[in-house]
């Protein structure tokens, strides 16, 4: 079946509107935990549920509760937690299935879920579509007894297993002692355990997007504005600055001058370094659609490979586990250390970023540019959720596009999977080329959108 319930990464949309409101919420516990409790026998199932810090968990928590425990699932529930803690734990905790209350880095107005199956994994596509299909039909006839009802608690020391887990990631014999940190944690997920971490691990700490209140997740704050951040590092002289997202899946650092250094360049960093150490598997890295082709030829010059998957750090993830790869990630700053993580974990990749900044002993300027990007652009449009790319008159900016790019530059043109957009990214040695490919497309797209 062709999924709508579940986009590129679970569920997502505007709080309290579907399929964001507390009856979807609810189907999709009783949904999830009918489809989880098949794989076992007559024991306790058990499902783990974390949350950023928007407003509207606090309505989507107790709805997925009622749902799971109306299937007759026990629920243990771990507050605001960063994402990759909620797959940690699920490992942990030996629990059937983890669930994220979460919409990355979205306003704070969006909210979803993201579900891991118990090896700490996102979800396949063939899972979600079941669950997708139990969503719509009555299922009162398939709950718990009232015998057999679950029960839900909440769980103590959460952050500080989370915490230690991370801390532990960092190579043995290295500190973070007289580096001076800017943390930025959107106002997220990882308001406490990111700068906790770092303190502790030695670094002298500055902490922004610290003070969540519901409202200002992600809001000139995290990885998807770092203005702020370039700031602070610049006020307190500090040696790098940190963004993570909402719920700290991914990171993009600022080096000391402030200038941005994205996902694409910290995969290089990473993959160089493992592969000098002889850690890295497969022969190179995996990568999305989206990332640059200078990191793909930086990799080629190392003689590493690198494969694109769809974007989205599951099919990332997926490709990584299939063909035996332990580095991988997106562009966006979803860095997969599979050595360490089942899905994106933003505080790990920085961690193994200052890892190499200490073992070289050189500024993060330098240790972090690893090749220079071929001009990429990309423009989001803004559109009807039921608009085609099907249209003769988009069809033939796309093949004028990649007609003048040729051999030497790379088109893709997508449907956001979390938000009403499509994304036009062309890259090339010619800049003006690439923008006025771009901005051929955008046009063609705007006139049938109109």
Known sequence: ???????????????????????????????????????????????????????SGYMIEPALTAGFTAAGMDVFLLGP??????????????????????????????????????????????TEAEIEQLVGEDLTSRLAASVDLGRARRVDGVHDRYLEFAKRTLPRGIDLNGLRVVVDCANGAGYRVAPDALWELGAEVVKLGCEPDG?????????????????????VRADIGIA??????????????????DGDQLMALVAASWQDDARLAGGGIVTTVMSNLGLERYLAERGLTMHRTKVGDRYVSEHMRTHGFNVGGEQSGHIILSDYCTTGDGLVAAL?????????????????????????????????????????????????????????????IRKSGT???IRVMAEGDDRKLVEAVVSDIVSAINSVAA
Do not use: W
Request: include cysteine.
């Open 81 to 126: 937690i960063p994402t990759p803690g909620v797959a940690m734990l699920t490992r942990s905790l030996r629990a059937d299935v983890g669930v994220m209350i979460s919409a990355s880095h979205n306003p704070f107005a969006d909210n979803g879920i993201k579900l891991f199956g118990p090896d700490g994994y996102k979800l396949s596509d063939a």
């Open 419 to 421: 938000e009403p957009l």
């Open 352 to 412: 193994q970023v200052l890892a190499v900044v200490r073992k070289l002993d050189r500024p993060v300027s330098e240790v972090c540019r690893r090749f220079e990007p071929v001009p990429q652009i990309l423009r989001n449009v803004r559109v009807a959720n039921g608009i085609s790319l099907d249209s003769k008159v988009v069809e033939s900016a796309i093949a004028a596009g990649e007609n003048r790019l040729g051999a030497g530059g790379r088109l893709v």
């Open 244 to 261: 993570l997202d909402g719920d700290a899946d991914r990171v993009i650092i600022v080096d000391e001058n402030g200038v941005i250094v």
């Open 1 to 55: 079946m062709t999924k709508k319930l579940f986009g590129t990464d679970g569920i997502r949309g505007q709080a309290n509107k579907e399929p964001i409101t507390p009856q979807t919420a609810l189907q999709v516990g009783i949904a999830a935990g009918l489809v989880f409790k098949r794989a076992g026998g007559q024991e306790r199932r058990r499902v783990v549920i974390g949350k950023d810090t928007r407003l």
């Open 215 to 235: 409202f200002n997740i992600n809001h000139e704050r995290g990885s998807t504005d770092v203005s702020a951040l370039q700031r602070k590092v610049h006020e």
